[in-house]
């Protein structure tokens, strides 16, 4: 019993006190704005830093393809790097697969002129351009520390599901025009005759001609045009620029005989550019570019007519120009008419990791001695 004026020790819950008021703040670019502020990490012990989880995208903002380089990482030394990196591992792998590609060929017996149509010689060339991919990859893992399948599309990956489509819509759109160039060999009965080793020819241009336009399509598309691109960082423009300069660089590397040639090259250039800006990613130009190379050496394979290695030399008309001009045109057309039903992602995934808050989560530390 307690009685009046008799105290008591108090043993129920904890006191507990309202919270203070959250410190609201202007918002940093609207001040008639007000906002909670944002949060901050706490500081870190010496050779630790903050980092996302694994799987977090690379981007604060979703990006188009060709700006995919320019992540939360970006700075601009990166695709200089990159390029002078690509040189020089490029050159020891194309001088390392040619000594093994001339052992084999000198084994075998194989003498005289380079000649494309020969099928050793042929996947000796094409192995060459081949070894650019995992250059590409590395690349990319290396002076950007990023997944290599950003070289693909805005999924960083392949996206094998469109193939079939942009195969059919080259087929229909380049096909023709490839015919009708090849007309004049036809009419020619004295050069229509199956090159030598038809078969070993047509396999190795199967299985090995897709590949080696892949290549090409990494290194301009893939790469070139994403560094051009980053560089600029505005994205009509970038666009612009990245088109002229790979097609460019594209058509002389080629080593066009002549102008109406090189005319050639750069329109197929440019036509690989437009389709990766219309789709996000390199399949509708990895397709234009393997079409068009499996028809015209097939072909030529088929008909003979001097073989890939004159066909490749020979001077271009203005009348050949113009249709290729048009095939190429028609064959981006359907590709953008293809956008409604394939619905190709155009924009990258992105977490903006820039006004992280304490309810979303803090990010790992990780040691970077």
């Not at 697969?97 to 099928?119: C, Q, W």
């Not at 970038?238 to 058509?251: D, I, K, N, Q």
Request: charged content about 10%; aromatic content about 8%; overall charge neutral.
């Amino acid at each position: 019993m307690t009685g009046p004026g008799s105290e008591e020790p108090y043993g129920g819950p904890p006191e507990t006190r309202r919270p203070a008021p959250y410190p609201w703040q202007p918002h940093p670019w609207q001040p008639s704005v007000w906002q909670p502020p944002v949060w901050a990490p706490p500081p870190l012990p010496p050779g630790m830093r903050w980092a996302p989880p694994p799987g977090t995208p690379p981007h604060d903002v979703p990006q188009p393809f060709l700006l995919a380089m320019r992540s939360r990482d970006w700075a601009w030394w990166r695709p200089a790097v990159g390029l002078l990196l690509f040189a020089v591992v490029y050159a020891v792998a194309v001088v390392v697969s040619l000594l093994f590609g001339v052992v084999g060929l000198l084994a075998k017996g194989t003498r005289g002129d380079v000649d494309v149509s020969d099928p050793g010689i042929l996947l000796l060339t094409n192995v060459a351009t081949i070894v650019a991919i995992p250059v590409v990859w590395m690349v990319w893992a290396v002076a950007h520390g990023m997944r290599i399948g950003w070289s693909s599309s805005v999924l960083a990956r392949l996206r094998w599901r469109m193939l079939p489509t942009f195969t059919g819509l080259a087929l229909v759109a380049l096909g023709p025009v490839i015919c009708l160039a090849l007309l004049p060999v036809l009419l020619d009965a004295d050069v229509v005759e199956p090159v030598a080793g038809l078969g070993w020819f047509l396999a190795v241009v199967l299985l090995t001609t897709p590949l080696q336009s892949a290549a090409e399509e990494y290194l301009f598309r893939g790469y070139l045009s994403q560094a051009v691109a980053g560089w600029i960082r505005a994205p009509a423009a970038g666009a612009l620029v990245a088109a002229l300069v790979t097609a460019t660089v594209f058509s002389l590397l080629h080593l066009p005989p002549d102008l109406p040639t090189f005319v050639t090259r750069f329109a197929v250039g440019l036509a690989a550019s437009a389709v990766v800006w219309l789709t996000g990613g390199l399949e509708a130009a990895i397709v234009l570019h393997a079409v068009n190379n499996v028809l015209v050496l097939g072909l030529f394979g088929v008909l003979g007519g001097g073989g890939p290695t004159e066909a490749a030399t020979e001077a271009a008309s203005w009348t050949e120009v113009a249709l290729m001009t048009v095939a190429l045109s028609a064959y981006a057309l359907l590709v953008a008419r293809a956008r409604t039903t394939l619905r190709p992602e155009m924009r990258t995934a992105a977490l903006d990791l820039r006004t992280r808050r304490p309810w979303g989560g803090a990010t790992p530390a990780r040691s970077v001695g």
